[in-house]
């Protein structure tokens, strides 16, 4: 039987497995699907984890469960050998390793933080991309509480009670709108802090909040979060970082024990480290059908994947586009197999949306339409609860947002990830490590 494997279980690997089970007929073909988590992480909704407004299962659904008729390993992608048709994945649990051949594979591995090789910044700073980070963050930051709330040198405190975010794009944008909210809500359990201690700074490299928005709804979104205390700095690219803070190009210091690092992705390492062709960042170039050109059977889709667009350029790596791709990956695949064929992907844009915390938001949608504060907000809201996979998800969702209404944020320090907490660049990434 033909083997397809599909590698992740993000948004571009779910949709594209869904249709193939669809598409394909019994017997035709077996799918396998591998990635290293067994949930798909709902990222447009990550940045309410670390706030508190969202509990962490609630914006992951298990790949098992939305799996109808494929085969799921859950394991690490180490390397493939593309003669002999054959990817060797290292198993989650015990690293025992497994060849899985295949006749098509699909390459759906996303991205990771870029730091960019600024010094000191992949040490000292959390990223924020998968739900481990979300958690990490949520933390680390309560420890920051705990301990502003007990010492009485000023300086610490102060640095202590500052956040940092860097990255004016929509995960950071987003992230210290939530923080507002997390702050007011959590201040009062903290008697010796002052409300008006605590600082949010958040820094983009770049002239605007949201580039990618109309300049108008970038000014929107500093005028937003500044009336929420947040101290917006623009134009102003990191130069390092250390354990005390973060260096600015033009010699600024922001002072502070927790720095959020937003500002870039990209690809996969290991899709950089295969000998097929890659291009911006290390994504693998693709043709407009999906597949990668002199490689028979093989194809790529999402962060991972360079797509060209008929207007000129690749398509930005965005979920939008992923769950996109997806299915039209998968029905050339089926195209491939009967001699059927081939489908360009086109796709345009249906908008991007953010929310700046506080009820307000900012949206600008396909046709030039933009919105702003509450409408916006709801719009947000509506549309990505519809979108998070599963019925039950979308239940809790509503739940947690309800309760979020009326009652303050949840301040447990749950340390759950505390254990083996070094990562590649040899930091400790326990919470409150180093503060
Ligand atoms: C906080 C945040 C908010 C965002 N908000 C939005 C938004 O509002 N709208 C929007 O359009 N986009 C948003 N994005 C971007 C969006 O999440 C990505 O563009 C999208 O996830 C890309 O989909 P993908 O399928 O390519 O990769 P992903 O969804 O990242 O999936 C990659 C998969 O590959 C697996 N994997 C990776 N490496 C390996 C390996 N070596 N072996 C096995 N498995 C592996 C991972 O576990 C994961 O399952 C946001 C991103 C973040 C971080």
Known sequence: MTRILILGGGFGAMAATRKLERLLRPGEAEITVVSYENFTVFTPMLPEVPSGNLEPRHVVTPIRAQLRRSRFVLGRVVGVDFATRIVEVDHAIDGSRYRLGYDHVVFALGSVTSTF????????????????????????????????????????????????????????????GEFTDFFRSIARFYRAVD???????????????????????????????????????????????????????????????????SAGVKPSPLVASLPIGTGRGGAIVVQRDLSVADYPGVWAIGDCAQVPSPAGGWYPPTAQHAIREGPVVARNIVSALRGLPMQPFRYEALGMMASLGGRRGVAGLRGGYVLTGFLA??????????????????VRVALDWTLGLIFPRDISELRLYTESDRDATGADRRPGAGL
């Open 195 to 261: 409300r008006r201690e605590i600082s949010l700074v958040l820094v983009e490299a770049g002239p605007q909040l949201l580039p990618d928005l109309p300049p108008a709804m970038g000014e929107y979104s500093v005028r937003a979060l500044e009336r929420r205390g947040v101290r917006v700095l623009l134009n102003a690219p990191v130069a390092a970082a250390d354990k005390d803070g973060l260096s600015l190009k033009d010699g600024t210091r922001v002072e502070t024990s927790t720095l959020i690092w």
């Open 377 to 394: 907000w709801l719009l947000w809201r509506t549309y990505y609860l519809l979108r998070l996979p599963g019925l039950d998800r979308q």
């Open 117 to 176: 090789n600024l010094p000191g910044v992949a040490e000292r700073s959390y990223p924020l991309k998968g739900l481990e980070d979300a958690e990490r963050i949520r933390n680390h930051a309560l420890a920051c509480f705990e301990l502003a709330d007990v010492t009485e040198d000023e300086e610490k405190r102060r640095r202590l009670l500052t956040f940092a975010i860097v990255g004016g794009g929509f995960t950071g944008v987003e992230a210290a």
